[in-house]
C-alpha cells in the first residue's frame, strides 16, 4: 500500500483509519462508524485526504491556483474566462498511477465481496 505520512491513498470501512475525520473527511468516517457497528450501510472504499493533498501537490494542480491568485473579482469577464481555465484544468488534472491503481484494486476487491450485487 502506498503511503505518505503513514496515511494511505484509499480505505476500505473496515480499516482503522476509515473512521479519523481528519484522514477520511465527515462523511466518510460516518460511514465507516455506521459499517463497523454492523449497520445496513453499503460496503465501500474512501479516498483519503491524503490522496487530496498530494494530487494538490502537483503542476497541474498549482496552476489552477496561480490562476485563482491573479484573477480580478470585480472584472466579470476576467472571472468567467478564469473559471473556464480553471475548469478544463480540472477536469484534465492526470491521477497518479499510484492512486489510480489503489482504487482499482479497492473496487476490484469490492466487487470480489460482493460479486452477487451490482456495484
Known sequence: MTMSDNIPFVVSLEEKHATELEIVGGKGANLAILFQRNFNVPDAFIITTNAFQHVLNNEQTKNVLLLIDEVDVD???ELE?????IKQTICNINLPNDIINLIIEHYNKLCEKNSNMNI
Open 81 to 85: 474566462d478564469i473559471s473556464n481555465k
Open 75 to 77: 472584472n466579470i469577464k
